[in-house]
């Protein structure tokens, strides 16, 4: 089926570092969330956005509503161990109910 | 309950033997989806559940997959004479709307973890 394109697909950094992932699509979207999924769980959801330009944080996560409505970025700041595990983007196109889900952004912290 | 549930949370069945798979959706959640989620890929949309409307069967693979919602509360994903490539983990979310045009989140359950052998 039809998915986003989020990147980078995996990435490894040291403890500390900020991270940024992003998410685009070919179509607009009237709601992006971002979730993160930790081995052998459902995905719990980090951030909900739902207007163009909308920048929301939610500790040290920051997530925002590109002003196109076609992509979307999520920040990690001051990295630590358990942010380990695999973030997904999920868009909501106008007058569906539908979701669709990133493939996912693999982050492994180096301590 | 508090959050989505879901049973049983691993399933281990041999090849062309039929599995259920329950959801327990929010209390109170009128929209309910499941997703399919293969080994190190993203989550693909099987089913999805509306309130007493007729469900969006679209993302079904193929007719050995089917799905029922009971009093449009817990829901059954049902796989009849399972095949290998049935193996994945099978995710349920429930949201208080999911009508299209309205702003709503989805909240997934842990999942169920099918292995076919």
């Known amino acids: 089926g039809q998915q986003l394109n989020q990147s980078p697909q995996s990435m490894f950094i040291q403890e500390g570092e900020d991270v940024s992932m992003n998410c685009t699509s070919s179509s607009i979207f009237n709601t992006w969330l971002w979730y993160k999924q930790d081995p052998g769980e459902g995905p719990v959801l980090l951030i909900a956005l739902y207007k163009a330009g909308e920048l929301t944080s939610n500790g040290r996560l920051t997530a925002q509503f590109g002003i196109t409505r076609k992509d979307s970025f999520l920040n990690i700041s001051a990295s630590i161990p358990s942010d380990v595990g695999i973030y997904f983007c999920a868009g909501q196109a106008p007058g569906t109910y539908k979701y669709i889900f990133g493939t996912g952004t693999r982050l492994k912290v180096l301590a | 309950g508090a959050g989505v549930s879901q049973s049983p949370s691993n399933k281990v069945t041999e090849k062309g033997k039929d599995v259920e798979l329950r959801c327990d959706p929010i209390s109170g959640h009128t929209a309910l989806y499941w997703y399919r989620q293969s080994l190190g890929q993203g989550l693909e949309f099987l089913i999805y559940?509306?309130?007493?409307?007729?469900?969006?069967k679209s993302g079904l693979p193929s007719d050995r997959f089917s799905a029922e919602r009971t009093g449009g509360s817990v829901s059954t994903l049902t796989i009849q004479r399972t095949q290998q490539e049935d193996s994945a983990v099978y995710l349920c979310a429930s949201s208080s709307r999911g009508i299209a045009g309205y702003t709503d989140t989805q909240y997934f359950g842990p999942g169920t973890r099918l292995t076919v052998l």
């Open positions: 559940f509306q309130g007493n409307s007729a469900p969006d």
